[in-house]
């Protein structure tokens, strides 16, 4: 019994695995490479002044655009890749965790019958204010 059990339990644990990888690997890579080629620093002076109200860096930018567009894990390579503070970490998490995979679940929430534009503005507008207020708050 426990070795079915185990053997059942390795399996689903390699498969999450290989799926959170899939999300996370590409994004770390994706951001070392925007970094070595230059690019990161142009997107980062760009969104700096709106990044530091919420106490992130500009580079940050690209990961809350990943995480509204995909999902809640492709950030995690970039918070390894752009070596973030705990503050940070925590003020990205909570922005992600309430407006993250905004295409998918817009398409989801029109399929309800709701207003879908409104609600995903609301979450991402209640995304960034949550934002500010923990930098302020912290």
């Known amino acids: 019994m426990y070795s079915a059990v185990l ?3 390795l399996s689903n644990g390699f498969s999450i695995s ?7 690997i590409p994004v770390y890579i994706l951001i070392k490479v925007l970094d070595v080629s230059g690019i990161l620093p142009v ?11 919420m106490g ?3 580079e940050a930018s690209l990961l809350l655009v990943l995480g509204n567009c995909l ?9 390894q890749a752009l070596d973030l503070t705990a503050k940070q970490i925590n003020i990205l ?3 992600v965790l309430i407006s993250h995979s905004l295409f998918m ?3 989801v929430l029109k399929r309800t019958g709701t207003n879908a534009f409104l609600l ?5 507008v209640l995304s960034i204010v949550c934002g500010i207020v923990m930098n302020l708050v912290w």
């Open 7 to 9: 053997k059942r339990g």
């Open 18 to 24: 290989l799926e959170l990888a899939k999300a996370i």
């Open 43 to 53: 997107i980062a002076h760009i969104c700096t002044p709106l990044m530091n109200l």
């Open 56 to 58: 992130l860096p500009g």
């Open 71 to 79: 999902n809640i894990y492709s950030i995690l390579g970039g918070i």
């Open 93 to 95: 998490a909570i922005m």
């Open 105 to 107: 679940e817009s398409a």
């Open 120 to 124: 995903t503005g609301f979450r991402f």
